[in-house]
């Protein structure tokens, strides 16, 4: 199945393909890495709408939006809903409905690939609906879960 990235996102390169590759101990495969940043692996990724498509045990094909350039492949090795709300100033986050406070939504945006706390929750309010709600699922190609 092929699930597609954003090669930037507010005019910054995300390097989703060094930090995917990272979190698959991938160290060739035509990965460049720059010198001048250490990345931290991106384990998963967040989408809207979980159906039948991303279920555990499927080849995930990753490219970029941007050309659609290919990344990498990897087996989906688990699904976890989340859902996201953003009212009153407050941005709050569940997975599996358990609720995550700061530091367990800092260690949610690092592992999925953003640079901050802050850069996960700007660009989750971008993709939330009208009412100020995301709901969606992470989907790992990793071992680990929440």
């Not at 990235?5 to 995917?20: D, L, Q, R």
């Not at 995930?60 to 050309?67: H, P, Q, S, T």
């Not at 953003?86 to 609720?99: A, C, D, L, T």
Request: hydrophobic share 35%; proline share 2%; charged share 25%.
């Amino acid at each position: 199945m092929k699930i597609l990235f954003s090669k930037y996102i507010s005019g910054e390169p995300t390097y989703f393909k060094e930090k995917i590759a990272k979190s698959l101990h991938v160290e060739a495969l035509n990965v460049i890495y720059n010198p001048f940043h250490a990345f931290a692996p991106k384990i998963h990724t967040i989408r809207r709408n979980h159906d039948s498509k991303y279920d555990e045990g499927i080849s995930l094909e990753m490219y970029y939006n941007e050309g659609f350039e290919y990344l990498l492949t990897a087996d989906c090795l688990g699904i976890q809903e989340i859902f996201m709300t953003y009212h009153q100033g407050r941005f709050e986050v569940s997975i599996e409905g358990k609720y995550l406070y700061y530091t367990d939504i800092e260690k949610l945006a690092l592992n999925d690939g953003f640079s901050s706390y802050e850069a996960f929750k700007d660009y989750c309010i971008s993709k939330m609906n009208s009412n100020g709600n995301y709901s969606g699922f992470i989907i790992h190609w990793t071992d680990f879960k929440y």
